[in-house]
């Protein structure tokens, strides 16, 4: 019974949590490089692929808070080695909690500043 209560409570909880989110036209990403200490502003539209340094970088999808489009940033993206095309990352990455859903690589970080809507 208690565990039935607590799994109802926790159904509840989620879809009171829940955000509405808009489609945005594309993000502005930062990456950067470790070892020269280099900070780039990558400017991308969906669906667009860009290249940073030995990177290339896929927009599947940027959204953000309905109403609210400095509020977060939630983005689509994939990430592959511009060399070999090993993928180094592929999911969504969040702005406000870059450390959630991070790429891992030893010279280059990359994460999402905000969604642009124009």
């Known amino acids: 019974m208690i565990f039935r209560a607590a799994a109802m409570l926790a159904v509840l909880a989620s879809a009171a949590g829940a955000q509405q989110v808009s489609e945005a036209q594309g993000v502005i990403l930062r990456g950067l490089?470790?070892?020269?200490?280099?900070?780039?502003?990558?400017?991308?539209?969906?669906?667009?692929?860009?290249?940073?340094?030995?990177?290339r970088i896929t927009l599947n999808s940027c959204r953000y808070p309905v109403g609210n489009p400095a509020g977060d940033a939630f983005a689509a993206l994939e990430v592959s080695d511009a060399t070999d095309g090993t993928e180094l990352f592929s999911g969504w990455m969040i702005a406000s909690a870059p450390a959630l859903s991070a790429m891992d690589h030893a010279r280059y970080d990359l994460w999402v500043m905000r969604c642009t809507t124009s």
């Open 33 to 55: 490089d470790k070892i020269s200490g280099q900070v780039y502003d990558i400017e991308m539209k969906s669906g667009q692929t860009a290249t940073f340094e030995r990177l």
